[in-house]
């Protein structure tokens, strides 16, 4: 699923680097490649947003959106307090809406779905 969503952010003018889900990883590629905007995702069904703090205390002023499965608000709010600038739900949300967000977020605005508001 990762790799036909990166495929597709690419066709659509996306610089896309992708990596292992593991916190090391992600921190590995952090430091040798340039990077506007992170997008962590969260393991399927996973109420689980730790790596996205381990990281965004290492890169605070990288800005980061949270790809979650579930849309339980606890999580989503605690995916903001763990330095998300924007929640996404691809599951509730269309291709066009994760394009938006990630232009939004680079702008440095604030982006929730409209299901986690």
């Known amino acids: 699923?990762?790799?036909?969503?990166a495929q597709a952010l690419r066709e659509q003018g996306f610089s896309v680097h992708q990596c292992p889900?593991?916190?090391?990883a992600v921190l590995q590629v952090l430091e040798g490649e340039a990077c506007d905007v992170?997008?962590?995702?969260?393991?399927?069904?996973s109420r689980d947003v730790s790596p996205l703090r381990t990281v965004h205390l290492t890169t605070p002023r990288l800005p980061k959106i949270?790809?979650?499965d579930c849309d339980d608000r606890d999580v989503v709010v605690?995916?903001?307090r763990s330095g998300a600038r924007g929640v996404f739900s691809?599951?509730?949300?269309?291709?066009?809406?994760l394009c938006e967000?990630?232009?939004r977020v680079y702008r440095g605005e604030i982006w929730a779905s409209s299901r986690h508001l």
């Open 101 to 103: 967000c990630l232009q």
């Open 66 to 68: 949270a790809r979650l």
């Open 78 to 80: 605690q995916a903001f």
């Open 38 to 45: 992170l997008v962590v995702s969260t393991p399927q069904n």
């Open 1 to 5: 699923q990762s790799q036909l969503l």
């Open 21 to 24: 889900g593991d916190v090391g």
């Open 90 to 97: 691809l599951a509730d949300s269309s291709f066009a809406s």
